[in-house]
């Protein structure tokens, strides 16, 4: 049902202002580009590939990144980015300065038709846009693009340069800014992760069909050997220390305040076990070894682990309870092999 109301959003928004037909760019000079990123954490992660191509196919463009949820705050701390607006956080005065401007190049980062999207690349003035090829953006770019729908995401954003700048090379790896990390964290990585024998857990996901059961996590725990540090989101402080209270090997640990706190002690951390999740993605960005549990093909084809070491686990029919606690242990025991 949402998803029929979103084309016919999508739809009436074509059809209510000017039909843009494909052209190729006039070959002018690119001073000033605007890229509109992901909501979540780990999308934007895998998106920084784009801006790492844009930065050495034109080094002196000023980029702009312009988003609508959490995402965008990574891109504050980005050296290669002048300016970061989370539009539905931004004062009205910085909102205004964005639609009174006008950018040379518009990169619209979704695979699929999105309202909210296409009504900034709608809003936002741009002397040439480029998306990629979906029957729902047909009418609202200047270039398509065109990409598998499953091909890696990370792989896939770097393409929407090739239509200015042809031989751009292999799609660079994703990164994760270099923010600011908490002192407590600071301190209990120093403390707990020195010794290169602690393993990060994550019990969180952006999304509930994402998360394994913490009866599942409290048992798997119990079995590793190794010391644990767990991450959690806010909302799932309490049974992370629940866990650090009941099982011994699990070191408790301050609270993270930030992706950043994420990044530091998933950096640091001898591997990772998680779903797919933006930690799987920060430690792509380290090659932190990690087992990683997905819900599906799709979801693996599109945001699949790079790191070097990885073991993934697939779960059945869209249900990641249906990874059962011995698949985690083996896979795990796998990668250990590769750790030793």
Not at 73 to 87: K, P
Not at 109 to 120: E, G, P, V, Y
Not at 168 to 183: C, F, M, Q, W
Not at 313 to 332: K, M, W
Request: charged content about 25%; overall charge neutral; proline content about 8%.
């Amino acid at each position: 049902m949402r998803a029929g109301y979103r084309r016919l959003a999508c739809s009436l928004l074509n059809a209510a202002g000017r039909t843009v037909h494909p052209s190729p760019h006039d070959g002018g000079a690119i001073e000033t580009v605007v890229v509109l990123i992901p909501e979540l954490f780990g999308d934007t992660i895998l998106t920084t590939p784009l801006l790492r191509s844009l930065r050495t196919a034109f080094p002196a463009v000023e980029i702009t990144v312009v988003g609508t949820g959490p995402g965008v705050g990574l891109l504050v701390h980005d050296g290669s980015v002048h300016r970061a607006i989370n539009i539905k956080r931004a004062p009205s005065e910085e909102r205004a300065n964005l639609f009174r401007r006008r950018f040379d190049v518009l990169f619209s980062t979704k695979d699929h038709a999105s309202f909210t999207n296409l009504r900034l690349v709608r809003r936002i003035e741009a002397g040439y846009r480029i998306g990629f090829d979906h029957p729902g953006h047909r009418g609202f770019f200047d270039c398509l693009v065109e990409r598998p729908e499953q091909m890696p995401v990370w792989k896939k954003t770097p393409g929407l340069v090739e239509p200015l700048r042809q031989g751009t090379g292999p799609a660079p790896r994703p990164y994760l800014p270099d923010g600011p990390v908490s002192a407590p964290i600071e301190k209990f990585v120093a403390t707990h992760l020195a010794s290169g024998s602690t393993i990060a857990v994550n019990i969180s996901a952006s999304k509930p069909e994402k998360r394994w059961s913490t009866d599942r996590w409290k048992d798997l725990l119990a079995g590793i050997i190794r010391p644990i540090a767990l991450l959690a989101a806010p909302e799932h402080a309490a049974d992370k220390k629940c866990l650090e209270a009941e099982l011994a090997g699990v070191i408790p640990s301050p609270q993270t305040e930030s992706v950043f706190d994420v990044g530091h002690i998933v950096r640091h951390a001898a591997a990772l076990i998680s779903t797919d999740t933006a930690t799987v993605h920060i430690a792509s960005c380290f090659d932190t070894p990690v087992v990683a549990l997905y819900r599906n093909p799709r979801d693996l084809a599109k945001f699949p682990p790079l790191s070097s070491r990885n073991q993934v686990l697939l779960a059945l029919d869209d249900d990641l309870e249906s990874i059962g606690l011995q698949q985690v242990r083996e896979g795990f025991t796998e990668l250990e092999k590769q750790l030793a």
